[in-house]
């Protein structure tokens, strides 16, 4: 139990006690900077169901706690605020209890509970990964890592959308005009090839519109009728109907896209337990169609089309199937879920993350899932994340002006070198060592600045901003932590000792770095029930400073005593223990020396 739920009960105890009323909750919040205390407890909330003065209902409550609670040694009362002070015997047996863990904030793993299959990346094959799939991958890897830290079980995967119309576009335009060139032939990436052909299907497409438009169509009929568009519709039937030309191009093609994915994943740092792909779950999808028309979940219209009716929800009716019997998005989605739970009976929730322009696609497939029967689809929760944008303006695939992940991540990198160059930290280092700590720092603050944002709100992503040895940036933070290691280095000392309350007399600052570690646990819960990487980012972020003003006004390795020193030097650990690993939470590497 931690200090909070300790006063949190206590509190509840006085107000019993003295006022003969039964408190549900206690709110508390921090002392402020010009008031003497270490928490404080809000008693306005109170005065629902204890009637008097704020400031005379506090005093009662302070004094029932100094007398009966061995941690609290005094109290104040400004208004209707109740500021506590904890002795320094609590912070300094709470600190010997973690000082020794390596992942203390981490909740034991529940082997017996329901594990959650946290989806993300999911990307299409026809072209490679660019910015927003950065977002998307950062946020799903550091979501599953947090959950695993609240103690769950977890499986990251990603639905691969390998089949598809727009698969077929790139298909159809390496067909007409890719002359048989591979990746190996012309020394590109598999999924960066894959892409162009994605663009210059495009421009063909288009070039047909307008020649179509000078003969007399409209646009809107130019753009059904253009020949490469049909073509392309045409090979899509020909893939679902088993063409095995068609489907040894698709299968040669998107070898090409899965090697450049592995690549690009390997960069940024993130894996997979589990694979799943389109090509595969949408069948299983059109099979539960089937299902749902026989028990009345779907409804067909005269064209063919089969529908799901949601109206009595206040959405629409939504299209599963087409009238030609092809699959759409919904129809996957359903399979694929199904597919999972299949594959792991233990899995009894689902995190998809996937942009926040999709969400009513998700509130019509978990309201599907759970019409065709399926009782988890009560624990399906869509993780909606914001767009990130450039100073440039907005990505568009189909017009090749996205910005490419693996040239992103190189970018960082070497501006990561260029700053670190102009401040002159890295002497000594030999040119393979820079190069490591580069790609370190620049990945380091492309995740920090992506994930220290609530994953709700739109991003505008400055690459230069983000990499940055002040502020609240990932590089700051990096540094810090290796600040940390050189003072380890150079102590030279036994850190193992435990401190006694005798030997050490805390200084102010020592006591707000206790408090800021005491709060991670509780941060990690937070985190994982609000899927929220913000919060580890943030919190990392205040730990950092609290510590910086720490070895600012107090002398570490120069201390009046050896075991002033010792308890400088462990307490320095744990807050790098606790720095490492927040950001490994964020997958995120923090380097030993900068």
């Known amino acids: 139990m931690n200090l909070q739920e300790t006063l949190s009960q206590k509190v509840k105890q006085a107000v019993k006690s003295v006022f003969d009323a039964e408190l549900q909750s206690v709110e508390f919040q921090a002392t402020r900077k010009e008031f003497a205390g270490d928490i404080t407890v809000v008693v ?26 061995n941690e609290v040694k005094a109290f104040n009362v400004v208004k209707g605020f109740l500021n506590i002070e904890i002795n320094d015997a609590y912070y300094i047996n709470f600190f010997n209890s973690i000082k020794d863990q390596n992942n203390y904030g981490f909740a034991t793993p529940n082997s017996k509970g329901k594990a959650v299959m946290v989806e993300y990346s999911s990307p299409n ?22 959950l695993k830290a609240s103690g769950k079980k977890v499986y990251k995967t990603q639905i691969i959308n390998d ?14 005009f890719g002359n048989g060139e591979t990746p190996e032939s012309i020394g590109l990436k598999g999924d960066k090839l894959v892409g162009n052909y994605y663009v210059k299907f495009d421009q063909e497409y288009k070039a047909e519109i307008q020649q179509l438009i000078s003969k007399g169509q409209t646009e809107e009929e130019a753009k059904k009728q253009a020949p490469i568009l049909l073509e392309a519709q045409d090979m899509l039937r020909k893939w679902e109907a088993g063409d095995e030309e068609v489907v040894a191009l698709w299968k040669k093609m998107n070898g090409w896209v899965y090697d450049g994915f592995d690549a690009t994943y390997k960069a940024i740092g993130v894996d997979f337990d589990t694979l ?22 779907f409804f067909t219209k005269e064209d063919g089309s089969v529908w799901c009716d949601l109206t009595d ?35 009894g929730g689902m995190v998809y993350t996937v942009g926040n322009e999709q969400e009513y696609h998700f509130q019509v497939l978990f309201l599907i899932i759970k019409k065709l029967g399926f009782d988890w689809a009560d624990n399906l929760y869509h993780l909606s994340y914001g767009m990130v944008d450039l100073p440039s303006g907005k990505m568009k695939s189909r017009e090749g002006t996205v910005v490419d992940a693996d040239d992103l991540v ?45 994953p709700r709100k739109r991003i505008l992503f400055d690459p230069k901003e983000s990499i940055d040895f002040q502020g609240n940036t990932g590089p700051f933070i990096q540094y810090t932590y290796a600040r940390i290691q050189s003072i380890l280095r150079k102590s030279n000392l036994d850190v193992s000792v435990t401190s006694s309350q005798s030997e050490v007399i805390m200084h102010p600052k020592e006591k707000e770095l206790l408090k800021q570690l005491e709060l991670f646990p509780e941060v990690i ?24 003003s720490f070895y600012q006004n107090v002398s570490i390795l ?18 790098a223990n606790v720095i490492k690993n927040a950001f490994n939470l964020l997958g995120i590497n923090v380097p030993e020396r900068m």
């Open 44 to 69: 306005f909330p109170m005065l629902r169901i204890v009637k008097g003065n704020p400031v005379q209902i506090g005093e009662q409550i302070g004094t029932y706690l100094v007398e009966h609670v």
């Open 410 to 454: 190189d970018e960082m990198a070497q501006t990561a070198g260029e700053i670190s160059e102009e401040l002159g930290k890295l002497d000594g280092y030999s040119e393979t060592e820079k190069q490591a700590l580069y790609k370190t720092i620049g990945l380091g603050a492309l995740k920090y600045f992506i994930l220290k944002v609530d």
């Open 163 to 176: 089949r598809g119309i727009h698969i077929c576009k790139s298909m159809l335009a390496w067909k007409r």
């Open 276 to 297: 799943y792909y389109e090509s595969e779950t949408y069948l299983l999808g059109k099979e539960f169609v089937a299902e749902g028309l026989k028990t009345g979940v």
């Open 525 to 548: 819960q937070n985190a994982a029930d609000n899927y929220s990487p913000a919060l580890i980012a943030n919190y990392t972020y205040e730990l950092v400073k609290e510590f910086n």
């Open 313 to 347: 929800e206040g959405l629409d009716e939504k299209i599963v199937l087409r009238s030609d019997g092809t699959a759409v998005y919904m129809t996957q989605d359903i399979g694929t879920a199904i597919q999972r739970v299949k594959d792991f009976p233990d899995v």
């Open 125 to 146: 094959t026809n072209k490679p990964l660019h910015l927003g799939h950065i977002r998307n991958v950062i946020l799903g890897y550091s979501v599953s890592e947090i």
């Open 558 to 575: 120069g201390a009046d005593n050896t075991s002033e020193k010792v308890w400088r030097v462990q307490l320095s650990q744990t807050v």
